[in-house]
T-cell receptor, first 110, second 112 residues
Framework: GEKVEQHESTLSVREGDSAVINCTYT??????FPWYKQEAGKSLHFVID?????DRKQSQRLIVLLDKKAKRFSLHITATQPEDSAIYFC?????????FGAGTKLTIKP | GGIITQTPKFLIGQEGQKLTLKCQQN?????MYWYRQDSGKGLRLIYY???????QKGDLSEGYDASREKKSSFSLTVTSAQKNEMAVFLC???????????FGPGTRLTVL
C-alpha cells in the first residue's frame, strides 16, 4: 500500500523566517495531497491542499509544491508567526484511501 | 458551519472488554472516517464509509468493527480491548473521498 514519509520530525525556525516541511509518497496513482495542523491538545484541522493537476498552490502565507516525477510535495510557511507552532501532517490520497505522514513538530522561536 | 461530536471524550475499559465509540456530524457529508493516533505519532486509518451502510477497511481494521447506521453517524467498536491500543481515536468526515476532512475532538482510550 501507499507509504508517506515526512522527512522532518522536528523543525525549529525563528519568527519571521520561512519553514519548509517535506513529504514523499510511493503510489503513482495518488492524486490529492492535503496538509493538516494539530495544535497542542487539540484535534487536526485542514490548512491547504494540492491536486495532481497543478504543481503549486498558495493560500496567504502557505505554499504547497508538488513534484510528481520525484513523488515529493512540500509545505512552505512564509513569515512565520508564533501561532504557526504546531504539528503538521502531510497526507496522500489515492485509490479511495488516504495515508498520513508521521507529523512534523514545528517550533517558532522568538 | 457544522460540527463533529465524539462520545465519550474519555473511555476506560478492561483488557478483553468490548468498547464502542460514537461519532456524529451535521455537515451532511457522505464520507466518514475513523483513525487511531498513538502518542506522538501520525494517524492510521481504521475504517471509512463512503455513504450510509457502506464500510471500507483501512490499514488497521483488525480488532475493530464499524457501523454506519445513518448518514450522520459512524460508530467504532473495539472488539477486545488490549493494553497496547491505548490511543486517541479520531473521527472525521468529508463531502466525498479525496476532499478536505473535518475532524472531531477525539476519544482517548485507556485500557486497564
Amino acid at each position: 500500500g501507499e507509504k508517506v514519509e515526512q522527512h522532518e520530525s522536528t523543525l525549529s525556525v525563528r519568527e519571521g523566517d520561512s519553514a519548509v516541511i517535506n513529504c514523499t509518497y510511493t503510489d503513482t496513482a495518488s492524486s490529492y495531497f492535503p496538509w493538516y495542523k494539530q495544535e497542542a491538545g487539540k484535534s487536526l484541522h485542514f490548512v491547504i491542499d494540492i491536486r495532481s493537476n497543478v504543481d503549486r498552490k498558495q493560500s496567504q502565507r502557505l505554499i504547497v509544491l508538488l513534484d510528481k516525477k520525484a513523488k515529493r510535495f512540500s509545505l512552505h510557511i512564509t513569515a512565520t508567526q508564533p501561532e504557526d507552532s504546531a504539528i503538521y501532517f502531510c497526507a496522500s490520497y489515492g485509490n479511495e484511501k488516504i495515508t498520513f505522514g508521521a507529523g512534523t513538530k514545528l517550533t517558532i522561536k522568538p | 458551519g457544522g460540527i463533529i461530536t465524539q462520545t465519550p471524550k474519555f473511555l476506560i475499559g478492561q483488557e478483553g472488554q468490548k468498547l464502542t465509540l460514537k461519532c456524529q456530524q451535521n455537515f451532511n457529508h457522505d464520507t466518514m472516517y475513523w483513525y487511531r493516533q498513538d502518542s506522538g505519532k501520525g494517524l492510521r486509518l481504521i475504517y471509512y464509509s463512503i455513504t450510509e451502510n457502506d464500510l471500507q477497511k483501512g490499514d488497521l481494521s483488525e480488532g475493530y468493527d464499524a457501523s454506519r447506521e445513518k448518514k450522520s453517524s459512524f460508530s467504532l467498536t473495539v472488539t477486545s480491548a488490549q493494553k497496547n491500543e491505548m490511543a486517541v481515536f479520531l473521527c472525521a468526515s468529508s463531502i466525498w473521498t479525496g476532499y478536505e476532512q473535518y475532524f472531531g475532538p477525539g476519544t482517548r482510550l485507556t485500557v486497564l
